[in-house]
Nanobody, 117 residues
Framework: QVQLVESGGGLVQPGGSLRLSCVAR????????MAWYRQAPGRQREFVAD???????DYADSVKGRFTVSRDNRKSTVYLEMNSLKPEDTAIYYC???????????WGQGTQVTVSS
């Protein structure tokens, strides 16, 4: 059974940085697109970034130039480096294994990121 476990969230001041990690247990992630989503209070969950092969990441416009997604397939881990954080980045951040063929998506439980002075 697949289990995605996020960590690294917390409280940070505006302009600060955090690094989120997502460990995939029960699978190897080599063949999968791995993504980060976030959900702020009262808002729908939204796409943040994804990575398929470590060479062509994709980002939401709101985080381009500030966030970096990366992966270590040997560790089955995906990272989200977040810099120049803003209060509007406050949300629960979720890791997602995107569907592949007949294999459906899988979600982590989320980690809270709060940007506040």
């Amino acid at each position: 059974q697949v289990q995605l476990v996020e960590s690294g969230g917390g409280l940070v001041q505006p302009g600060g940085s955090l690094r989120l990690s997502c460990v995939a247990r029960g699978i190897t992630i080599d063949a999968y697109t791995m993504a980060w989503y976030r959900q702020a209070p009262g808002r729908q969950r939204e796409f943040v970034a994804d990575d398929t092969d470590g060479r062509n990441p994709d980002y939401a416009d709101s985080v381009k130039g500030r966030f970096t997604v990366s992966r270590d397939n040997r560790k089955s881990t995906v990272y989200l480096e977040m810099n120049s954080l803003k209060p509007e980045d406050t949300a629960i951040y979720y890791c997602k294994r995107e569907p592949l063929g007949a294999i459906g998506a899988a979600w982590g439980q989320g980690t809270q990121v709060t940007v506040s002075s």
